[in-house]
């Protein structure tokens, strides 16, 4: 069981989680994936719910927590989500290279995912989670990158340390890479890591919502990639946007934000 988590809190459960219960029918404790969550408030026998498997009752104990909740050092108890509106996986993160050694396109893509989500409603990337269409989510964790930003200089002097710290490191600097004009942006973003071994571990990057317009750009990348880049976090997809449609989108987000009526605007 995971005792950070209190089964008796609503804001601790998250759907997905696999969950044991004690059926409101039987009185029998009964395991299975929440399908729905029923309490809307915290509930001293526990939060009471719907199971996968149609059973419903009050949470006694949490077996495997969500992504959404993950403790910083069990990896094994988490049941990963699919991806959604608000949550990105990404297999490695590495650092920007050239065009030609195509190094370029893994770091791309994780600040792509941060520019997206910035953009819409916020939400999360976890990198060390490998997701193939038609495949289960998988768990490869970050000893590739560790063993990458290990072989990298900061400016030329000293090395980054091949963990967790390196790629924090790594990860902020590359903020005045991706938005050079846009200093505030690392200012949405917070960067953890949950596992004790590099093989399990994952960073996850939570970013919050901006409030102004991030704009991406890549020196490194083909010249059509290199910017300005608008992308926006649609369903679960990342989706760029023409500078045209993207100020007509953002025009409608902001009024959203503010809780104005936005269905005028074409």
Not at 18 to 25: F, K, L, T, Y
Not at 85 to 109: A, R, V
């Amino acid at each position: 069981m995971n005792t950070r988590l209190d089964p008796r809190k609503l804001s601790d459960i998250k759907l997905g989680m696999i969950v044991e219960i004690e059926d409101s029918r039987t009185g029998k404790l009964v395991q299975g994936k929440i399908t729905f969550i029923v309490s809307q408030s915290d509930h001293p026998e526990g939060i009471f719910v719907k199971l996968d498997n149609q059973y419903k009752g009050h949470i006694k104990k949490i077996i495997k927590t969500t992504i959404e909740s993950s403790p910083e050092s069990q990896t094994e108890e988490i049941e990963l989500l699919p991806e959604s509106f608000n949550l990105e996986y990404k297999k490695s993160f590495k650092f920007h290279g050239t065009d030609k050694s195509k190094e370029w396109i893994p770091g791309f893509s994780v600040f792509k995912g941060i520019c997206g989500l910035a953009n819409a409603e916020g939400g999360r990337i976890v990198i060390g989670i490998k997701d193939e269409k038609n495949k289960p989510l998988e768990i490869v964790g970050l000893k590739n990158d560790f063993e990458v930003i290990g072989k990298i200089t900061v400016k030329n002097e000293y090395p980054y340390s091949a963990d967790q710290d390196g790629m924090e490191l790594r990860l902020i600097a590359e903020f005045d890479h991706y938005f050079p004009r846009q200093e505030l942006v690392k200012n949405l973003v917070k960067i953890r890591f949950s596992g004790k071994k590099a093989e399990r571990m994952m960073c996850i990057i939570d970013v919050e919502r901006s409030t102004d317009a991030v704009v991406m750009y890549d020196s490194h990348a083909p010249e059509n990639k290199r910017g300005p880049n608008f992308f926006v976090r649609v369903n679960n997809q990342t989706i760029p946007y023409r500078p045209e449609l993207f100020c007509r989108y953002w025009a409608k987000h902001i009024l959203g934000m503010l809780g104005q009526d936005n269905t005028i605007l074409p």
